[in-house]
Every structure is written in C-alpha cells, then in structure tokens.
C-alpha cells in the first residue's frame, strides 16, 4: 500500500555545536497537507527545519521524505527529493533583477512551475521582473522568495515566518497563494509565530516549546483551544 506520507518526523533531537536544541520532535504530515509549526521566537521551530534538512552540527532521530529515510543524506540530496526551502531572511540577491534572482535556482526534479504561470500566481513579481532586489518592498521580497523554490521541481515547501512584518494586504495575498498551492497538491510546513496566518491554513497545529512539541491540534479544535494556544505562544 503507497503510504500517504510526505514527512514522518519521530524521535528528532539536534544541536548547534554543543547546544542541544531539539529534544525529541514528533509529527507527521501528509501529501497534500499544510501543517503548521507554532512557537515563541527560540523555541525550536526554525531548528527543526534545519535539523530535517541536516542543516544542524549534529541530529538523531527519524526522518522520512516520501517514504525515504533521510539521516544519512546530504541538503542537497534531500533537496532533490523535492523539498524546497524558503528561510526567513530571503536570501535575495540585491545586484540582480527580480527576474534573474528568479531564475538563479537550478530546476532539479521534473515538474517544476514555468516562469509564466509563477507571474499569473504573483502578478507583483511579473510588473517588478526588471527591478534590482534592492528595490523592492519586503511583500514583493517574501513572495519572490516563495517564488524562486517553486522553478525548481521542489513540491514540499518549508515556509520559514513568511508573514512576519508584513502588511495584512500582502499577508492575505500570500494565504491565497498557500491555498492555491494546496489545491494543486503541495505538501506545505509552514513555520510561524502569527498563529491567525496558521489557522487559516493548516489542517493540523504543532505547538512547539524548549525544543519540544507541547500541543498538538487539529483544525476542527482550534475554535475551543483557542485560550490555550494564545497562553502557549504569549500573546
């Protein structure tokens, strides 16, 4: 039986250098799905990403993508199993057009999204394709760097704070976006503090805390859990 599986994560510790900063993750998300990883600012969200894509010193544990065991894979070779990763700071190259910083990702893996289709996705992009990075507003920045991975082939998407400081117009562009993704069968992990964002997007809430999942919700209880996740992130 084909497992419906796009990420099993069980057991994931990890450390940067001496410091332990995971202490056993566990979650899983299915092909298709977005799931949503909540946490205050050091809690280890951004770290399990990292840790999935051995980007930490040092990690133990399980990590499956696509039915595939990854401990002992490179980035690059977890990469070219089509997981794409958008970090929180962009990473946008300022003496290059929007275009070319577009452009710049090989396309690894069949199935990546044409330049044409990625302009009717983010109209924004195609009016400011011949304009440096630099000169960009930090929404037309975000949705570039969402942009860039989906060339690639990559069809699970690691979303790193995307929503963070923007204004709530471009916030709602990007849900849209996301929920478009969904419908054509992305498998999405979205890290994120803005936990509104989350809901309305994510079949299932992960609240991480100290490197730990903490709370674990589905999309039908967050209404009645909604105290208990405000306590949880601080707000």
């Given at each position: ?11 994931l ?15 899983e ?6 799931v ?20 930490t ?23 070219r ?11 946008i ?25 990625i ?15 630099t ?38 562009k ?9 419908e054509?069968?992305?498998t ?17 809430l992960y ?16 209404a009645?859990?909604?105290?208990e996740?405000?306590?949880l992130?601080?707000?």
């Amino acid at each position: 039986m084909t497992s419906t599986l796009a990420l099993e994560v069980k057991g994931l510790q990890a450390w940067y250098g001496e410091s332990h900063v995971l202490h056993g993750i566990d979650f899983e998300v299915n092909k298709g799905e977005c799931v949503s990883l909540l946490g205050r600012n050091g809690a280890g969200r951004t770290s399990t990403l990292r840790a999935i894509l051995g980007l930490t010193s040092r990690r133990t544990g399980l990590v499956k993508i696509q039915g595939r065991d990854v401990m002992s894979l490179q980035t690059h070779q977890i990469a070219r199993l089509g997981v794409g990763y958008c970090p929180e700071e962009r990473a946008i190259y300022s003496s290059l057009s929007c275009e070319e910083n577009l452009l710049l990702p090989p396309v690894f893996r069949p199935g990546g999204m044409p330049l044409e289709e990625i302009y009717e996705l983010f109209p924004n992009l195609k009016e400011r394709r011949k304009s440096q990075g630099t000169r960009l507003s930090g929404g037309e920045q975000q949705m570039l760097a969402m942009a860039r991975i989906l060339r690639t082939g990559a069809d699970i998407l690691f979303l790193d704070e995307i929503s963070e400081g923007l204004a709530p117009v471009i916030v709602e562009k990007l849900a849209q976006v996301i929920t478009t993704l969904k419908e054509r069968g992305y498998t999405i992990l979205l890290v994120e503090q803005n936990f509104e964002f989350a809901s309305e997007l994510a079949e299932r809430l992960y609240v991480i805390e100290h490197g730990e999942v903490v709370s674990h919700i589905p999309a039908s209880e967050i209404a009645s859990k909604h105290e208990e996740l405000k306590e949880l992130l601080g707000i």
